[in-house]
Nanobody, 118 residues
Framework: QVQLVESGGGLVQAGGSLRLSCAAS????????MGWFRQAPGKEREFVGF????????YYAASVKGRFTISRDNAKNTAYLQMNSLKPEDTAVYYC???????????WGQGTQVTVFS
């Protein structure tokens, strides 16, 4: 069982920045691919991006590419989502998740609210 805890959410004006953190209980954090997702009110959960086990590969949804950056520090068992140039449409609950292989995300965090106002 891997426990994930997101933090860093909050209220920010459009054009601003936030950095989310996802801390994992798992010591062998580098075994897991790390992903970020978000869910806005009344909408389905949306994939934001992921980072590979080593951190050498990242991938982003088109809606955030160029504005969001995912990174990880395996020594600290923590991943990050740096969000710049935020827009009101980025308002959502943001979740981190991990998977060992395949397409199924095995464990999820509880989420952190991000609200962007104009």
């Amino acid at each position: 069982q891997v426990q994930l805890v997101e933090s860093g959410g909050g209220l920010v004006q459009a054009g601003g920045s936030l950095r989310l953190s996802c801390a994992a209980s798992e010591r062998t954090f580098d075994r897991w691919t790390m992903g970020w997702f978000r869910q806005a009110p009344g909408k389905e959960r949306e994939f934001v991006g992921f980072i590979s086990r080593s951190g050498g590969t990242t991938y982003y949804a088109a809606s955030v590419k160029g504005r969001f950056t995912i990174s990880r520090d395996n020594a600290k068992n923590t991943a990050y989502l740096q969000m710049n140039s935020l827009k009101p449409e980025d308002t959502a609950v943001y979740y981190c998740a991990v998977k060992s292989s395949g397409s199924t995300w095995d464990y999820w965090g509880q989420g952190t609210q991000v609200t962007v106002f104009s």
